[in-house]
Nanobody, 125 residues
């Protein structure tokens, strides 16, 4: 699975951005997808995840109620809609998938073996 993240940019606090993760491969619909972020000087952290059917979604506490993850398996795309952005959301955002299909990963970075290049999100105060 090859992943490519896009949609980052510069936005003022309270604004919105929509990140997209595009994937190649016919088995995209069999992989869970996760979004992670890494701020300067900090470890990469889990933001949100979605299982292959889209029926189960998870979020880290700091983004609950503000971010929404969704997927369109027909288009091989996972979207992260980010609303009410805060300066502390500033980071490079990555999408990722586990190495095995049908695998339910935890929120740990080590659970994911496929990574897209990051997209920068900057929220100004």
């Amino acid at each position: 699975v090859q992943l490519q993240a896009s949609g980052g940019g510069l936005v003022q606090a309270g604004g919105s951005l929509r990140l997209s993760c595009s994937a190649s491969g016919r088995e995209f619909s069999t992989y869970a997808i996760g979004w992670f972020r890494q701020a300067p000087g900090k470890e990469r952290e889990f933001v949100s995840g979605i299982r292959w059917s889209g029926g189960t979604r998870s979020y880290t506490d700091s983004v609950k109620g503000r971010f929404t993850i969704s997927r369109d398996n027909a288009k091989n795309t996972v979207t992260l809609q980010m609303n009410s952005l805060k300066p502390e959301d500033t980071a490079v955002y990555y999408c990722a998938a586990p190495l095995r299909k049908w695998y339910i990963p935890t929120t740990a970075v080590a659970e994911y073996g496929y990574w897209g290049q990051g997209t920068q999100v900057t929220v100004s105060s």
